[in-house]
């Protein structure tokens, strides 16, 4: 069992950059792929971007494309997502999630991600 804890969330105005981190712990973290996944109020979840087991590819929606970046940390067990030149329609509860130990498939969407954290809050002002 990986237990998933995201941080780093806030207020942040139109244009700035926020950085979410994800600490794992219980579980064989390292061999799963990792995501981050959001939430806006009244919609459902949707994917954000991903990032294989050995860290060599990754996956982002078209809406954050050259804004966020995902990157991973072995060492520290810990999954990171840069986000910059953030915008209004950002504004969700981003979880981070894992699993699908050493998942080989084409799309890192399409993994089965079992472990989910409780999300932390990025709200986008105008």
């Known amino acids: 069992q990986v237990r998933l804890v995201e941080s780093g969330g806030g207020l942040v105005r139109a244009g700035g950059s926020l950085r979410l981190s994800c600490a794992a712990s219980?579980?064989?973290?390292?061999?799963?792929?990792k995501g981050w996944f959001r939430q806006a109020p009244g919609k459902e979840r949707e994917f954000v971007a991903a990032?294989?087991?050995?860290?060599?590819?990754?996956t982002y929606d078209d809406s954050v494309k050259g804004r966020f970046t995902i990157s991973r940390s072995v060492i520290k067990n810990q999954l990171y997502l840069e986000m910059n030149n953030l915008k209004p329609e950002d504004t969700a509860v981003y979880y981070c999630?894992?699993?699908?130990?050493?998942?080989?498939?084409?799309?890192?969407?399409?993994?089965?991600?079992?472990?989910w954290g409780q999300g932390t809050q990025v709200t986008v002002s105008s």
């Open positions: 990032i294989s087991w050995a860290g060599s590819r990754t």
């Open positions: 219980g579980g064989a973290f390292s061999g799963t792929t």
């Open positions: 999630a894992a699993g699908d130990q050493y998942y080989s498939g084409s799309d890192l969407r399409l993994a089965a991600y079992e472990f």
